[in-house]
């Protein structure tokens, strides 16, 4: 079957920059993990944190759900600290997110932000910096 939905990777000193658009399925889903494994390759030896636009994700299937569990616990195990998650106020999206974590049972320190400066300056605080310097 063929993917529904996209996305964006790309790293950052110790971040990863995500942006997940469209309604996904199983397919998508397990083509984003594979993408996310590689590009966090030379990550996952020591902490880092993660950056994740949602604003045009249109929730996804009930697969891309078990998918997106599998994630959460690779992401735990793999050193990822911090995640930033970026979207304007939408409860749906908040009450499918949360249903998700609380399933997973991660500890990883999530934020939610309605925009990017303020999600920055706080993986800023955390020692997080995407700045070049």
Known sequence: MKGHGSYELKVINRVLIAKIIGA?????????????????RDLI????AMVVYIDEWQLGTPGSDEVTLELIQWLASHKLQLVAEIYSPNVLKKMHIQRMVNSSKSDINRQYFSDDKDAFSWLETQGFSLNSD
């Open 24 to 40: 996904w399925n199983k397919e998508e889903g397990e083509k984003y993990f594979s993408e996310l494994k590689r590009i966090t």
């Open 45 to 48: 030896q020591s902490p880092w």
